[in-house]
């Protein structure tokens, strides 16, 4: 275990015309430690889009101790996708945009790419900002009674005038974070999180005592307990895809590290720390306002609102959506900034690419995507359809197929050339993606076929484990260029 020395190389690649943005990183610019990996997500986990995610499974039946099994398992998976998908980002320096040529090829990386930086960047950014300017719409009736009356009557789109205000609100705040730059980023991450626990905490301390204590909260029984364990997996698998995103591309964050063990022991330790806390403030906050105030869907939002003191409630919705805003910067405008400056370099910079997914986040009507549970485990479906190939595909490609070794002067190569397949795809990587997304996704469209409905209500898990399957039995077709493999000797070491 180790740091690749690409400092030699590193002249060399920036003269093919690449963007520092996504050249390597030679130690002279890793300036990410334990501490920076530990709190990158400690705030982002409490999002509202989490909590959405958690109240689902006690809509579908799960009793309170499965679902902390289901949040602690969770963590476990994301934790273990983190350390193995970020490896090859900190030993040679390099993100995701980059990384993937050596799965796909350097023509061929642009469908993940794609997939990952826009189809995803945009759906999530949306998605999560009309989350968070539904809760600026509470904040804004607490502080301006009778915000939630203007303009009665008015609809755009199926936006009603208060909840388009505040969505351009939150549109602006976001962006603005991100075009920052990555300084203020790293400080808003730093900073931002134990804020957040301060008044996560105080909540879930609130909504545990108004609702008698524990003893209460854990004899609580769904109406309709959950009947099949595959409704539990199903669970695990959404809160998982939840985070497919942030696996996918954890290569832009580890290819920071100041040494190795930084990502390796401080992602784990920040997400499994979180998700103990996030599992007790979500059963707490959930379940406690259920048992109290008799709140039926278990809407984190309703629930919050039920505190007595306004300035709290501001200040707590206000703590959930830095969480929000923290996420949706690090885990979709980042990404999808970088993948499309790796795709045209020529049209866009990493901010002006953020700004595009950001508008198109707004164009696709985010609001119509989240309108109750089964639209948004449907989401979750389709967005871990496509997370779930792309993590098995990376991860034997890396392990099993390269043996941990990657040369990157077949990575960078020169304008106009293709690397180390002759096309510039790799047709077995790119034909496992397609099939392992259709066959996880299928079942969406086809729920009378229970093994390809049940493979789809899992479909990060499923979708990782058939195409990393497929992908370990296939790769040895792979044909790549004699010629290319003799001009790309090891310029690492």
Known sequence: MGQANVKESYEEFKSYGYADDILPKTSENRDWGTFNYVTVWMGAVHNLMSYMTVAGFFVLGLSVPQVLWAVMIAALIVSAGYVLNGYA????????????????????????????????????????????????????????????????????????????????????????????????????????????????????????????????????????PMENWLVFIACVSALVSNWGGPIVNIADLTQRAKHPKAPMIGLPLGMIASYILFGITCVGLLVGTQIAFGITDFNVVVAINQIGNPVAVIILLLALNIGSTSYVVFGNLLPSGLQMTALLPKMFTVKSAAILTAV????????????????????????????????????????????????????????????????????????????????????????????????????????????????????????????TQSETAAKVS
């Open 360 to 483: 198109l986040g707004t164009v696709i009507l985010p609001w119509k995507l989240v309108n109750g549970t089964a639209a948004l485990y449907m989401f979750y479906s389709f967005i871990g359809s496509m997370y779930g190939p792309i993590t098995g595909i990376m991860l034997v490609s890396f392990f099993i197929e390269r043996k941990r070794k990657l040369d990157l002067s077949g990575i960078y190569v020169k304008p106009g050339e293709n690397g180390e397949y002759k096309n510039g795809f790799n047709m077995v990587a790119c034909g496992v993606l397609i099939v392992s997304f259709l066959i996880t996704l299928s079942g969406s469209f086809l729920p009378n076929v229970p093994l390809l409905a049940n493979i789809s209500k899992s479909a990060f898990l499923s979708g990782s484990i058939i195409s990393g399957v497929l992908y370990a039995l296939c790769y040895k077709w792979n044909k790549p260029s004699t010629i």
């Open 89 to 224: 980002g900190q030993k040679y320096g390099i993100g995701y945009s980059m990384l993937l040529r050596s799965s796909f090829g350097v023509k061929g990386s642009i469908i993940p790419a794609i997939c990952r930086g826009l189809i995803a960047g945009v759906v999530f950014f949306g998605t999560k900002t009309i989350i968070g300017a539904q809760s600026f719409n509470v904040i804004f009736e607490k502080i301006f009674p009778g915000y939630m009356n203007m303009v009665p009557g008015f609809d755009f789109l199926g936006l009603d005038f208060p909840t388009m205000l505040s969505y351009v609100i939150l549109w602006v705040i976001t962006v603005g974070l991100f075009l920052g730059g990555m300084k203020i980023l790293s400080l808003f991450s730093k900073w931002s999180s134990p804020i957040i626990y301060i008044f996560i905490v105080g909540a879930a301390i609130w909504a545990i005592s108004v609702a008698g204590g524990f003893g209460p909260i854990f004899a609580y029984t769904p109406a309709k």
